[in-house]
Structure formats: C-alpha cells, structure tokens
C-alpha cells in the first residue's frame, strides 16, 4: 500500500501535539498523589467536564475510522448507532441509574456488584471486562497505526509501537486525570480538524442532496426501507436495530459499561454526575455530522471514476477503514493535513487512554485487591496502577493485530460487546429493580449468557449453523448478526437468573438499601430553577432525538 506523505509542517504540528501531551502527563503527575486521584481524578470534576470527557472517551478508533468506514459499508443505517444506539441509554443513566451508582461511592461498576450480589460475581464481571477492555484498546491501537502506516508509510510493527508507548507514557503518569484532559483537548480537535471533511466532500459533490443521489437507494434511508432487511444497505431489519441495537448493546455499553461510566464518576456532587451523560448527549447526536456526512460523500465519489477517488486496499481485500484518511488527503492542504492527521491521532489516543484508565481501576480493585492482595495499602494500590497500565498497553498491540483481520472494526466491536456487555445489562437491570434476585441467579445468569453468546460466535464463524438462524431473515449481514446474537445472549441471561434466583437463598432486603429501587429513597429534588435540573434537560435531548429520527426517516 502506497503512502499519502506528509510536508514539513504537517510534521510539525503532529510532532507538537505528541510533545506537548506527554509533557502534560508529567505536568499532572504533580497534582496524583494518592489513588483516588490516579483512578477517579479526584472525584471534582464539573458535569462540563465530565460530560465532554464521558463522550471523547467513546470517540475513539470506533467512531471516526469505524464508522466512516461502515458508512461505506452499509449506508444511512449508521446513523442509528448515533441516535437510537445511544441517545435514550445516555439518558437512562443520568435519570434512574445513576443515583445508584453514585450514592453507593463504588470505585468501579463491579464494584457495585460486590455490593447487590456478592465476591463471585463482582470478580466474573472484572475478569470478562479487563479481557473486552484490552480487545478493544487494541482497535484504536490497530486505527492509530492505520492513520500512520497510510500517510507515512511506516511499517505495521513500528505504527503500533510507536502509537502504544505514547499512550503508556502518559496515562502511567497521572491515571485517569490525564485520560479526561487529553480527552477534552481531542473533543475540540476532531470538531476544528474533522468536520471540514464533511463541508468540503458536500461541496465538491454539490449538495448533500446530490450525495444522496449518488449512493445506492438501499443506503439512503433510516427506517423507511427497514420492513425488508434485504432493502438496507446493514441487512437488518426494526426488530433487530431496536431490540439488538437500541436496546441490549446500547443499554449494555452506555449504562455498564466502566470506560464511560467511570467519566461521571469523576464528578464532584450526585447532580454534577447525573448531567454527565445527559450533557454528552447532545453532542453525541451531533457526531453524524461528521462520520456519516463524511462516509457517504466517500462512496459517491468511488461510485463516480471521473473522480479519482478510491479507498486503500491491502493484500487485495478494500479497506473501509481508510475513507476517512483518504478523504483528508484529497481536500487538506499542506499545514491542514497535519491539523487533520492530529485530530485523528488525538482521538485514537483519549480512545486507548481511556480503555487503559478503565483496565488498570478494574484490575486493581476488582481483581488485584479482590483476590490476589486483600489488605495492599493505597500507596501499593497506587504502584498496581500504574503496572497494570504498562501491562495493559503491551497486551494491546497483541490485540490489535486481530482487529486488523477483522472486515471492520465495527463489526469487531459490536461482537465483542454482544459477548459481554449484553449478559451484564441483563444483569444490572434485575439487580437494580427488582430485589429478590439473588447472588447465585445473577451469577449462573451472567456466565450462562456470556457462554452463550460467545458460542453462538462460533457456531456461525464455523459454519455450524447459519446467519439466518440468529437473525430470522434468510438475508443477513454480520451487523445484524451481532445485534441478534446480543439480544439472544440478554434473553438467556434474563431467564436463567430469574429462575435460579426463584430456587436459592435471597438477601435479606436490610442489605440491599441504597442498591435496589424499591428500597432506595429517590433522589433529593435539588433546590435549583427547573431549568437546571437534569429532567429538564434528558427531555429536551429526547425531543431533538426524535426530530431527528424524524427528519431522517
């Protein structure tokens, strides 16, 4: 594969903006003295702050190279990993989750599993989210050396070398601290580097109207043409984007998922925290803008050869991922490629900084103090941190060289999350609602449906059974796959931990105060104008989330 290659100053701006994040990870070391600074920034964080930190950290390899890339692929479909794969979830856990996880102090989302169930099912989760965690640290290692195997040239090995001591350097230095500041600062960046991307593609084609013309029918709608799986560019029809997406992988990733939910842990009051994701909505749903926008005007150039556009290949296969950069290359000039090429590494870095930030709280308080050194002081508590970031970081560049076999790697992700965020949604959501569920239900529930889930994997990679027995339709990508098989896996989940629960020893509800709604006091109406409350706020997000659905129908 050919490089784009890059000018003088292009260099410069990129070489500046690694320096000047390492130097602010050795700037910060000076404010992380004890744990609770390296992995909750000291709990004192405003819900700007938070909020803007709880997006950047999903704003990742996925969602820049991922989802251009799967534009592409599948179309206006995209789009729903925006709007219905996110926005409600979003508000869920400000309104009703939140107060739960915030008032019982925890320091991870296992860690409040230890508090409704017990040990067993706290270190199940921990285990099952260190590995999803590293998998997918390895996406935005693969997406970071992506971005410099094509615009420099660089050999694969030193891309993702180059890009995985970075990441080490500053995220060892001051935790999570330094994960939230860099991720402000890439929030900024891939607004400022990327969406004149977008501007520029609509421009070149004529309208956004024209880009629409020029991508297969199939590709041009939200819901209209979802009756017929085989009418969508994704092969999915409703049932599987509002039960798979909308709400198991959504739910599952936005409300447990510990590299998001760790951001509003970071607030400095309960309403503060409560915000976080509320606030975070709104800018999520204005992501499209970019990606979508971006990825469609991609295609009706390839589909148009005066233009002389084309995507990457490598060994002969298309590479989705490569739209993005390519289309950087085409509309950039010399200074802005480099303002470009930033805003993307910026990105892949807060991606990966906050999957690490996530690995080291979990090993260390859910695995390493849970298990292997019950009384470790919290100068040793400290000390594991920073070692399970080291850590973390090598066995992600194994990782990312599995992501680089994938089709994409939003098909990569989502499987992952159909493996374990889904049983554990299915999990959460008894354990916080309902209060006879006992320890035992919840954990056979949850290892029956992650076991599940992955062999369901398997069984349609080997070809043991078909694509369309998951998805019910004889036409079926492997999107849709992964949204059936997550539903499948949650409906398992669901079931065997209610009816285990029905059969073994409940906990006595003196225990559960402050766990489960029901015997939890609701959340103190704080003495604020209406239009700060976070009600009022969750309702006008829901508004313009379904205006837009609207509008994009």
């Known amino acids: 594969m050919q490089a784009i290659g890059l000018h003088f100053v292009d260099w410069f701006i990129i070489l500046f903006y690694f320096v000047f994040i390492i130097g602010l990870g050795f700037y910060l070391k000076r404010y992380t003295k004890s744990e609770e600074d390296f992995f909750l920034a000291g709990r004192r964080n405003s819900s700007w702050v938070a909020g ?52 019982a102090r925890i320091k991870s989302v296992p860690g409040y599993l230890k508090l409704r169930f017990d040990e067993k099912t706290r270190v199940l989760n921990g285990f099952s989210f260190a590995i999803m965690t590293l998998l997918v640290s390895g996406i935005n290692l693969y997406a970071m050396a992506l971005v410099l195997h094509t615009f420099l040239g660089w050999n694969w090995d030193v891309s993702m070398l180059a890009s995985a001591a970075t990441v080490a350097c500053y995220v060892t230095l001051s935790g999570l601290m330094s994960a939230i500041f860099t991720e ?10 990327l969406f004149l991307v977008s501007i520029l593609g609509i421009v070149e084609v004529g309208s956004f109207g024209d880009i629409m013309k020029r991508v297969p ?53 309960l309403r503060s925290a409560r915000m976080t994701p509320i606030i975070a909505s709104f800018f999520k749903m204005a992501v499209p803008f970019i990606v979508i926008v971006a990825g469609l005007a991609a295609l009706a150039l390839s589909n148009d050869p005066k233009s002389g556009f084309s ?4 060994g002969g296969k298309l590479n989705y991922d490569s739209a993005l950069p390519m289309l950087i290359a085409r509309y950039f000039p010399r200074g802005l490629v480099g303002l470009g090429i930033t805003a993307l590494l910026a990105g892949f870095m807060a991606g990966q900084a906050g999957n690490i930030s996530a690995f080291n709280t979990v ?58 965020n889904a049983p554990l949604f299915a999990t959460m959501l008894l354990g916080m609602f309902v209060k006879w569920i006992t320890p035992n239900g919840a954990f056979w529930g949850l290892i029956t449906g992650m076991g599940s889930s992955f062999t369901m994997y398997l069984a349609v990679k080997f070809g043991w ?20 098989r997550a ?44 239009f700060k409350r976070p009600a009022f706020y969750a309702v ?14």
Do not use: C
Not at 465 to 484: C, P, R
């Open 52 to 103: 803007l930190a709880f997006l950047s950290a999903n704003l990742g390899a996925l969602e820049l190279l991922g989802m251009t890339g799967n534009t592409y692929k599948y179309g206006m479909s995209v789009a729903h990993f925006y709007w219905i794969g996110a926005i409600p979830a979003m508000l869920f856990l400000g309104i009703f989750m939140m107060p739960f996880y915030y008032s």
């Open 184 to 193: 402000i600062i890439q929030f900024f960046l891939i607004w400022f580097g």
């Open 217 to 269: 029918e199939a590709f041009s709608h939200l819901w209209r043409n979802t009756g017929d799986p085989s009418a969508n560019g994704m092969l999915v029809g409703w049932g599987g984007i509002v039960l798979g997406l909308g709400f198991v992988l959504s739910f599952g990733y936005w409300t447990t998922d510990f590299l998001v939910v760790q951001r509003a842990f970071s607030a400095k009051n």
């Open 311 to 314: 995507l990457m290949s490598d």
């Open 363 to 420: 090993w260390t308080y859910d695995i390493y103090q849970s298990i292997i050194r019950k009384k470790a002081s919290p100068k040793n508590l400290l000390w594991m941190g920073r070692v399970a970031t080291i850590f973390a970081v090598v066995v992600s560049v194994g990782t990312a060289y599995w992501a680089k076999s994938m089709p994409t790697i939003m098909d990569y992700m989502q499987a992952i999350f159909s493996w374990v």
């Open 465 to 484: 059974i078909s694509v369309g027995f998951l998805t019910m339709s004889k036409t079926a990508s492997d999107m849709a796959a992964n949204f059936w």
């Open 487 to 530: 539903w499948w896996a949650w409906l398992i989940t669901f079931v065997v931990t209610i009816v285990v629960s029905w059969f073994t020893k409940k906990r006595p509800e003196a225990e559960l105060v402050g766990l489960v709604k029901g015997l939890t006091a609701g959340a103190p109406l704080e003495p604020v104008p209406l």
């Open 540 to 553: 006008l997000s829901l508004i313009v989330f379904v205006v837009l659905n609207v509008i994009f129908w």
